[in-house]
């Protein structure tokens, strides 16, 4: 069984920055797809930025410009950097591991507020 175990979260002023980080329990990380997603109350869980095996990334239209998304092989951990913060990125961000099937986390609460 895979584990992902996610850190980073909390609480943060408007403007400010978190880095999420996603460590997964696998040797095999470096050949699967990875990604950040959100889910805010009473809303789905949506994609926030993927990465592929090969480095190539894709990061929905509210992540563009302001998140990062990376990954290091060697520690089988993904990051998220997010930047300039707003309310409206208050979530649970999950990570999810994808070869031959998907693997998730179980969430980290990200609340912007003031």
């Known amino acids: 069984q895979v584990q992902l175990v996610e850190s980073g979260g909390g609480l943060v002023q408007p403007g400010g920055s978190l880095r999420l980080s996603c460590t997964a329990s696998v040797s095999i990380f470096s050949i699967g797809v990875m990604g950040w997603y959100r889910q805010a109350p009473g809303n789905a869980r949506d994609l926030v930025a993927q990465i592929n095996s090969d480095g190539s990334t894709t990061y929905a239209d509210s992540a563009k410009g302001r998140f990062t998304i990376s990954r290091n092989n060697a520690r089988n951990t993904l990051y998220l950097q997010m930047n300039s913060l707003a309310p409206e990125d208050t979530a649970v961000y999950y990570c999810?591991?994808?070869?031959?099937?998907?693997?998730w986390g179980q969430g980290t609460q990200v609340t912007v507020s003031s």
């Open positions: 999810r591991f994808t070869h031959y099937t998907d693997y």
